[in-house]
Protein backbone atom coordinates (compact mmCIF):
# COMPACT_ATOMS: atom_id res chain seq x y z
CA UNK A 1 0.00 0.00 0.00
CA UNK A 2 1.32 3.62 -0.71
CA UNK A 3 2.32 5.61 1.81
CA UNK A 4 -0.01 9.13 1.94
CA UNK A 5 1.68 12.40 0.49
CA UNK A 6 1.79 13.97 4.12
CA UNK A 7 3.89 10.67 5.25
CA UNK A 8 6.24 10.65 2.03
CA UNK A 9 7.13 14.26 2.74
CA UNK A 10 7.69 13.99 6.38
CA UNK A 11 9.97 11.56 5.46
CA UNK A 12 11.72 13.54 3.45
CA UNK A 13 11.97 16.11 5.31
CA UNK A 14 13.48 14.14 8.37
CA UNK A 15 15.87 12.34 5.76
CA UNK A 16 17.37 15.96 5.21
CA UNK A 17 17.68 17.04 8.85
CA UNK A 18 19.58 13.68 9.59
CA UNK A 19 22.08 13.49 6.69
CA UNK A 20 23.22 17.36 8.03
CA UNK A 21 23.95 15.48 11.75
CA UNK A 22 27.60 16.81 13.63
CA UNK A 23 27.76 12.70 14.25
CA UNK A 24 27.17 11.89 10.11
CA UNK A 25 29.35 13.88 8.72
CA UNK A 26 32.18 15.19 11.21
CA UNK A 27 34.42 12.07 11.24
CA UNK A 28 35.99 11.62 8.23
CA UNK A 29 36.97 15.50 7.69
CA UNK A 30 39.23 15.08 11.19
CA UNK A 31 42.45 16.92 10.63
CA UNK A 32 45.84 14.55 12.10
CA UNK A 33 46.71 15.37 15.21
CA UNK A 34 49.41 18.29 15.86
CA UNK A 35 52.60 18.27 17.80
CA UNK A 36 51.15 21.04 20.08
CA UNK A 37 48.01 22.00 21.66
CA UNK A 38 44.74 21.11 20.08
CA UNK A 39 41.98 24.02 20.87
CA UNK A 40 38.38 23.90 19.02
CA UNK A 41 36.26 26.89 18.60
CA UNK A 42 32.73 27.26 16.57
CA UNK A 43 29.74 28.90 16.23
CA UNK A 44 26.00 28.25 15.31
CA UNK A 45 23.16 26.71 15.96
CA UNK A 46 24.97 23.11 15.35
CA UNK A 47 27.97 23.90 16.34
CA UNK A 48 27.48 22.07 20.07
CA UNK A 49 26.84 19.01 18.26
CA UNK A 50 30.04 19.56 16.45
CA UNK A 51 32.29 19.31 18.75
CA UNK A 52 30.30 16.86 20.73
CA UNK A 53 30.68 14.46 17.53
CA UNK A 54 34.85 16.04 17.90
CA UNK A 55 35.09 14.55 21.11
CA UNK A 56 33.80 11.11 20.51
CA UNK A 57 36.16 10.76 17.28
CA UNK A 58 39.18 12.29 18.79
CA UNK A 59 41.78 10.55 20.44
CA UNK A 60 44.31 12.25 22.80
CA UNK A 61 43.84 15.85 24.69
CA UNK A 62 41.64 18.86 23.28
CA UNK A 63 40.27 21.97 24.66
CA UNK A 64 38.16 24.90 23.54
CA UNK A 65 35.07 26.83 23.35
CA UNK A 66 31.74 27.43 21.10
CA UNK A 67 28.89 29.33 21.09
CA UNK A 68 25.57 27.94 20.13
CA UNK A 69 21.72 28.81 20.30
CA UNK A 70 19.63 29.00 23.40
CA UNK A 71 18.05 25.61 24.06
CA UNK A 72 20.85 23.74 21.18
CA UNK A 73 23.19 22.82 24.06
CA UNK A 74 24.99 19.67 24.06
CA UNK A 75 27.15 18.44 26.72
CA UNK A 76 30.36 17.63 26.35
CA UNK A 77 33.85 16.99 28.59
CA UNK A 78 36.66 19.24 27.26
CA UNK A 79 35.02 21.75 25.22
CA UNK A 80 33.36 24.46 26.89
CA UNK A 81 29.21 25.44 25.29
CA UNK A 82 28.00 28.96 25.87
CA UNK A 83 24.27 29.82 24.77
CA UNK A 84 23.32 33.09 23.21
CA UNK A 85 20.93 34.86 21.63
CA UNK A 86 19.73 34.51 17.74
CA UNK A 87 19.04 35.83 15.59
CA UNK A 88 19.43 39.44 17.65
CA UNK A 89 22.57 39.29 19.39
CA UNK A 90 23.02 39.73 23.31
CA UNK A 91 25.17 39.79 25.83
CA UNK A 92 26.06 36.80 26.22
CA UNK A 93 26.93 35.98 22.47
CA UNK A 94 29.57 39.30 23.14
CA UNK A 95 30.93 37.78 25.75
CA UNK A 96 31.74 34.50 24.49
CA UNK A 97 33.11 36.02 20.90
CA UNK A 98 35.82 38.42 23.18
CA UNK A 99 36.63 34.94 25.02
CA UNK A 100 37.20 33.20 21.77
CA UNK A 101 39.59 35.76 20.40
CA UNK A 102 41.28 35.45 23.75
CA UNK A 103 41.87 32.01 23.86
CA UNK A 104 43.55 31.46 20.43
CA UNK A 105 45.76 34.82 20.99
CA UNK A 106 48.61 33.09 22.12
CA UNK A 107 48.65 29.86 19.54
CA UNK A 108 52.29 29.17 17.99
CA UNK A 109 52.84 26.95 14.48
CA UNK A 110 52.39 24.03 16.58
CA UNK A 111 49.08 24.04 17.62
CA UNK A 112 45.86 22.68 15.81
CA UNK A 113 42.37 24.74 15.90
CA UNK A 114 39.54 22.98 14.69
CA UNK A 115 36.66 25.87 14.07
CA UNK A 116 33.18 24.33 13.96
CA UNK A 117 30.77 26.81 12.15
CA UNK A 118 27.20 26.51 11.01
CA UNK A 119 24.17 29.23 10.01
CA UNK A 120 23.33 31.63 13.08
CA UNK A 121 26.89 31.99 13.89
CA UNK A 122 26.66 35.79 12.58
CA UNK A 123 24.15 36.83 15.60
CA UNK A 124 26.17 34.35 18.53
CA UNK A 125 29.37 36.08 17.48
CA UNK A 126 28.41 39.43 18.26
CA UNK A 127 31.77 41.22 18.93
CA UNK A 128 31.54 45.23 17.90
CA UNK A 129 34.61 47.07 16.37
CA UNK A 130 35.78 49.86 18.67
CA UNK A 131 33.70 52.50 18.87
CA UNK A 132 30.65 50.73 18.05
CA UNK A 133 28.41 49.13 20.84
CA UNK A 134 25.89 46.04 21.18
CA UNK A 135 23.13 47.94 20.77
CA UNK A 136 24.08 49.10 17.66
CA UNK A 137 25.21 45.85 16.54
CA UNK A 138 21.37 44.70 17.49
CA UNK A 139 19.52 47.95 16.18
CA UNK A 140 21.51 46.95 12.37
CA UNK A 141 20.54 43.24 12.84
CA UNK A 142 17.09 44.18 12.81
CA UNK A 143 16.81 46.47 10.33
CA UNK A 144 18.39 44.16 7.72
CA UNK A 145 15.88 40.98 9.23
CA UNK A 146 12.89 43.33 8.34
CA UNK A 147 13.79 45.22 4.77
CA UNK A 148 14.35 41.78 2.55
CA UNK A 149 17.53 42.30 2.63
CA UNK A 150 19.32 38.73 0.97
CA UNK A 151 21.32 36.80 3.71
CA UNK A 152 24.57 37.29 1.85
CA UNK A 153 23.54 41.04 1.85
CA UNK A 154 22.83 41.06 5.70
CA UNK A 155 26.01 39.19 6.44
CA UNK A 156 28.22 41.55 4.31
CA UNK A 157 27.09 44.60 6.60
CA UNK A 158 27.74 42.55 9.67
CA UNK A 159 31.12 41.47 8.73
CA UNK A 160 32.16 45.24 8.51
CA UNK A 161 31.21 45.96 12.03
CA UNK A 162 32.74 43.45 13.44
CA UNK A 163 36.09 42.89 15.38
CA UNK A 164 35.53 38.68 14.76
CA UNK A 165 33.78 37.86 11.40
CA UNK A 166 35.46 38.78 8.09
CA UNK A 167 38.51 36.30 8.52
CA UNK A 168 39.52 38.35 12.02
CA UNK A 169 38.77 35.22 13.87
CA UNK A 170 41.31 33.30 11.79
CA UNK A 171 44.22 36.27 11.33
CA UNK A 172 44.03 35.85 15.55
CA UNK A 173 45.13 32.08 15.36
CA UNK A 174 47.87 32.78 13.65
CA UNK A 175 50.55 31.33 13.02
CA UNK A 176 48.31 27.85 14.31
CA UNK A 177 47.11 25.84 11.89
CA UNK A 178 43.73 26.48 11.65
CA UNK A 179 41.21 23.45 9.92
CA UNK A 180 37.41 24.71 9.19
CA UNK A 181 34.44 22.37 9.42
CA UNK A 182 31.17 23.94 8.19
CA UNK A 183 27.44 23.18 7.76
CA UNK A 184 26.47 25.18 4.77
CA UNK A 185 23.07 27.11 5.60
CA UNK A 186 23.82 29.93 2.79
CA UNK A 187 23.16 30.15 -1.01
CA UNK A 188 25.74 28.86 -2.70
CA UNK A 189 27.73 27.70 0.21
CA UNK A 190 29.94 30.69 -0.07
CA UNK A 191 32.31 29.69 3.33
CA UNK A 192 32.64 33.76 3.83
CA UNK A 193 28.44 34.20 3.91
CA UNK A 194 28.58 30.94 6.55
CA UNK A 195 27.99 33.16 10.15
CA UNK A 196 29.61 35.60 8.29
CA UNK A 197 33.01 34.28 7.35
CA UNK A 198 35.12 34.60 10.39
CA UNK A 199 37.73 32.15 9.65
CA UNK A 200 38.49 32.89 5.99
CA UNK A 201 39.13 36.11 3.90
CA UNK A 202 36.65 38.48 2.68
CA UNK A 203 36.73 40.15 -0.78
CA UNK A 204 33.91 42.46 -0.39
CA UNK A 205 34.06 45.59 1.23
CA UNK A 206 33.14 48.76 3.12
CA UNK A 207 31.70 50.21 0.25
CA UNK A 208 29.77 47.37 -0.70
CA UNK A 209 28.30 47.38 2.68
CA UNK A 210 27.51 50.87 2.13
CA UNK A 211 25.86 50.09 -1.30
CA UNK A 212 23.15 47.55 0.66
CA UNK A 213 22.60 50.24 3.63
CA UNK A 214 21.38 52.53 0.73
CA UNK A 215 19.75 49.65 -1.88
CA UNK A 216 17.53 49.12 1.46
CA UNK A 217 16.97 52.64 3.24
CA UNK A 218 18.25 51.35 6.25
CA UNK A 219 18.99 53.98 9.11
CA UNK A 220 22.32 53.56 10.72
CA UNK A 221 23.32 55.00 14.24
CA UNK A 222 25.75 57.13 13.53
CA UNK A 223 28.64 55.44 14.96
CA UNK A 224 27.71 52.41 12.25
CA UNK A 225 27.72 54.86 9.06
CA UNK A 226 31.33 56.18 10.49
CA UNK A 227 32.97 53.22 10.56
CA UNK A 228 31.84 52.00 6.88
CA UNK A 229 32.32 55.64 5.68
CA UNK A 230 35.89 56.10 6.88
CA UNK A 231 37.03 52.05 5.90
CA UNK A 232 37.59 51.61 9.77
CA UNK A 233 35.41 48.23 9.62
CA UNK A 234 37.89 46.33 6.46
CA UNK A 235 37.66 42.59 6.59
CA UNK A 236 40.71 40.74 6.39
CA UNK A 237 41.54 39.66 2.59
CA UNK A 238 42.05 36.13 0.85
CA UNK A 239 45.75 36.88 0.18
CA UNK A 240 46.42 37.95 4.11
CA UNK A 241 48.94 36.34 5.11
CA UNK A 242 47.96 35.19 8.31
CA UNK A 243 45.44 32.98 6.18
CA UNK A 244 47.97 30.84 4.55
CA UNK A 245 47.53 27.72 7.11
CA UNK A 246 43.51 27.54 7.00
CA UNK A 247 42.23 24.81 5.50
CA UNK A 248 38.16 24.84 5.04
CA UNK A 249 35.60 21.85 4.33
CA UNK A 250 32.39 21.74 3.62
CA UNK A 251 30.87 18.89 5.45
CA UNK A 252 26.88 18.92 4.89
CA UNK A 253 25.21 21.48 2.51
CA UNK A 254 21.67 21.93 1.23
CA UNK A 255 22.68 19.94 -2.06
CA UNK A 256 23.09 17.23 -0.25
CA UNK A 257 20.42 17.41 1.94
CA UNK A 258 17.77 17.66 -0.33
CA UNK A 259 19.70 14.35 -2.21
CA UNK A 260 19.12 12.39 0.67
CA UNK A 261 15.24 13.56 0.85
CA UNK A 262 15.02 12.34 -2.98
CA UNK A 263 16.45 9.23 -2.28
CA UNK A 264 13.17 8.71 0.17
CA UNK A 265 11.12 9.65 -2.12
CA UNK A 266 12.77 7.20 -4.82
CA UNK A 267 12.50 4.45 -2.25
CA UNK A 268 9.12 4.96 -2.33
CA UNK A 269 8.72 4.85 -5.85
CA UNK A 270 8.10 8.63 -6.47
CA UNK A 271 10.40 10.56 -8.98
CA UNK A 272 11.69 13.55 -7.46
CA UNK A 273 13.69 16.38 -8.88
CA UNK A 274 16.02 18.98 -7.17
CA UNK A 275 14.81 22.39 -8.69
CA UNK A 276 17.80 24.05 -6.97
CA UNK A 277 19.53 24.31 -3.80
CA UNK A 278 20.07 28.37 -3.60
CA UNK A 279 16.82 29.68 -4.70
CA UNK A 280 16.26 33.31 -3.34
CA UNK A 281 13.68 36.21 -3.58
CA UNK A 282 10.44 37.36 -1.58
CA UNK A 283 8.95 33.79 -0.24
CA UNK A 284 5.30 34.74 -1.22
CA UNK A 285 7.25 35.09 -4.75
CA UNK A 286 8.66 32.30 -5.14
CA UNK A 287 5.50 30.08 -3.87
CA UNK A 288 3.78 32.19 -7.17
CA UNK A 289 6.41 30.75 -9.56
CA UNK A 290 6.32 27.47 -7.96
CA UNK A 291 2.78 27.36 -8.43
CA UNK A 292 3.35 28.20 -11.78
CA UNK A 293 5.16 25.07 -12.33
CA UNK A 294 2.88 22.79 -10.63
CA UNK A 295 0.56 24.11 -13.19
CA UNK A 296 2.61 23.20 -16.15
CA UNK A 297 2.99 19.85 -14.70
CA UNK A 298 -0.49 19.51 -13.79
CA UNK A 299 -2.30 20.57 -17.17
CA UNK A 300 0.33 19.50 -19.37
CA UNK A 301 2.74 17.23 -17.58
CA UNK A 302 5.43 18.89 -18.71
CA UNK A 303 8.65 19.49 -17.74
CA UNK A 304 7.71 16.41 -15.38
CA UNK A 305 5.25 13.94 -15.26
CA UNK A 306 3.07 13.31 -12.49
CA UNK A 307 3.37 11.80 -10.04
CA UNK A 308 6.22 13.45 -8.65
CA UNK A 309 8.05 15.53 -6.06
CA UNK A 310 10.11 18.26 -7.01
CA UNK A 311 12.19 19.92 -3.90
CA UNK A 312 14.27 23.15 -3.64
CA UNK A 313 16.54 25.06 -1.56
CA UNK A 314 17.74 27.95 -0.64
CA UNK A 315 17.16 30.96 1.66
CA UNK A 316 13.99 33.35 0.56
CA UNK A 317 13.46 36.77 2.43
CA UNK A 318 10.29 38.06 3.98
CA UNK A 319 9.89 41.73 4.08
CA UNK A 320 7.85 42.69 6.96
CA UNK A 321 4.07 44.54 6.02
CA UNK A 322 2.16 43.17 8.79
CA UNK A 323 2.62 42.29 12.46
CA UNK A 324 1.39 38.70 12.22
CA UNK A 325 3.31 35.35 13.21
CA UNK A 326 5.45 34.64 10.21
CA UNK A 327 8.59 33.05 8.79
CA UNK A 328 9.90 32.84 5.17
CA UNK A 329 8.75 28.93 4.90
CA UNK A 330 5.18 30.00 5.72
CA UNK A 331 5.08 32.80 3.70
CA UNK A 332 6.04 30.55 0.79
CA UNK A 333 3.62 28.44 1.84
CA UNK A 334 0.46 30.01 2.15
CA UNK A 335 1.52 32.03 -1.16
CA UNK A 336 1.57 28.88 -3.09
CA UNK A 337 -1.18 27.39 -1.44
CA UNK A 338 -3.25 30.41 -2.60
CA UNK A 339 -2.15 29.99 -6.21
CA UNK A 340 -2.55 27.00 -6.62
CA UNK A 341 -6.38 27.62 -5.10
CA UNK A 342 -7.29 23.74 -3.83
CA UNK A 343 -5.60 22.47 -6.86
CA UNK A 344 -6.32 18.23 -6.59
CA UNK A 345 -3.51 15.77 -5.48
CA UNK A 346 -0.88 18.31 -4.81
CA UNK A 347 0.77 18.51 -1.27
CA UNK A 348 3.68 20.13 -0.10
CA UNK A 349 5.83 21.09 3.08
CA UNK A 350 8.46 24.18 3.74
CA UNK A 351 10.40 24.25 6.89
CA UNK A 352 13.70 25.44 8.31
CA UNK A 353 16.17 22.38 8.23
CA UNK A 354 16.90 24.36 11.96
CA UNK A 355 13.59 23.68 13.54
CA UNK A 356 13.09 27.63 13.39
CA UNK A 357 11.10 29.38 11.33
CA UNK A 358 11.31 33.04 11.70
CA UNK A 359 11.61 33.25 15.50
CA UNK A 360 8.96 30.82 16.77
CA UNK A 361 9.93 27.28 17.94
CA UNK A 362 8.23 25.92 14.46
CA UNK A 363 9.84 24.54 11.37
CA UNK A 364 7.77 25.15 9.12
CA UNK A 365 4.32 23.49 8.07
CA UNK A 366 2.78 21.35 5.19
CA UNK A 367 -0.41 21.99 3.48
CA UNK A 368 -2.90 19.61 1.43
CA UNK A 369 -5.80 20.20 -1.09
CA UNK A 370 -8.17 21.29 1.66
CA UNK A 371 -6.08 23.63 3.24
CA UNK A 372 -7.59 26.50 2.06
CA UNK A 373 -11.57 25.17 2.27
CA UNK A 374 -10.63 24.67 5.95
CA UNK A 375 -9.55 28.25 6.47
CA UNK A 376 -12.62 29.39 5.50
CA UNK A 377 -14.59 27.26 7.23
CA UNK A 378 -12.97 28.84 10.21
CA UNK A 379 -13.16 32.29 9.53
CA UNK A 380 -9.79 32.84 8.61
CA UNK A 381 -8.88 34.57 4.81
CA UNK A 382 -5.60 33.81 3.70
CA UNK A 383 -5.79 36.30 1.51
CA UNK A 384 -5.81 38.44 5.06
CA UNK A 385 -2.28 36.29 6.77
CA UNK A 386 -0.56 36.92 3.97
CA UNK A 387 -1.25 39.91 3.75
CA UNK A 388 -0.14 40.17 7.64
CA UNK A 389 2.70 38.08 7.41
CA UNK A 390 0.88 35.71 9.77
CA UNK A 391 1.60 32.14 8.23
CA UNK A 392 2.11 30.44 11.44
CA UNK A 393 -1.35 31.70 12.63
CA UNK A 394 -3.20 30.42 9.50
CA UNK A 395 -1.22 26.70 10.06
CA UNK A 396 -1.15 26.47 13.35
CA UNK A 397 -5.12 27.28 13.61
CA UNK A 398 -5.71 24.06 11.01
CA UNK A 399 -3.46 22.00 13.02
CA UNK A 400 -0.77 22.06 10.35
CA UNK A 401 2.35 23.50 11.53
CA UNK A 402 5.90 21.16 11.36
CA UNK A 403 7.24 21.25 14.83
CA UNK A 404 10.46 19.38 15.72
CA UNK A 405 12.47 21.12 18.62
CA UNK A 406 15.48 21.77 18.38
CA UNK A 407 17.19 19.63 15.19
CA UNK A 408 20.99 20.68 16.00
CA UNK A 409 21.80 21.67 12.59
CA UNK A 410 20.85 23.91 9.71
CA UNK A 411 21.43 23.07 6.17
CA UNK A 412 18.64 26.20 5.15
CA UNK A 413 15.47 25.70 4.04
CA UNK A 414 13.33 22.62 2.81
CA UNK A 415 10.77 22.81 0.31
CA UNK A 416 8.79 20.03 -1.52
CA UNK A 417 5.54 19.72 -3.67
CA UNK A 418 3.96 16.72 -4.15
CA UNK A 419 1.92 15.71 -6.82
CA UNK A 420 -0.26 12.87 -6.76
Known amino acids: MAMPPQTVLRKMFDAAVASAQ ?16 VVVIGAGKASAAMAHAVEQHWEGPLEGLVVTRYGYQVDCDSIEIV ?17 MLD ?9 LVICLISGGGSA ?27 ISEMNCVRRHLSAIKGGRLAAACHPARVVNLLISDVPGDNPVDIASGPTVG ?27 QSGAGETIKPDDSRLRGVETHLIATPQMALEAAAAVAQEAGIPAYIL ?43 TLRGDGRGGR ?14 QPGVYALAGDTDGVDGVE ?31 HGFFDALGDSLVTGPTLTNVNDFRAIYIA
Not at 278 to 298: D, F, N, T, Y
Not at 303 to 314: I, R
Request: some cysteine; hydrophobic content about 45%; overall charge negative.
Open 22 to 37: AGVCIPRFLPTAPKGR
Open 83 to 99: QAAHPVPDQAGLQAAQR
Open 124 to 150: LLPLPLPGLSLADKQAVSRALLKCGAS
Open 276 to 318: GDSIEGEAREVGKVMAGIVQQLVRHQMPFEPPCVLLSGGETTV
Open 103 to 111: RVGGLNADD
Open 329 to 342: NVEFLLALAIALNG
Open 202 to 228: DETTCEDALTIVDRYQIELPPAVLDVL
Open 361 to 391: EIAGAMFTPSTLARAWLQGINPGDSLANNDG
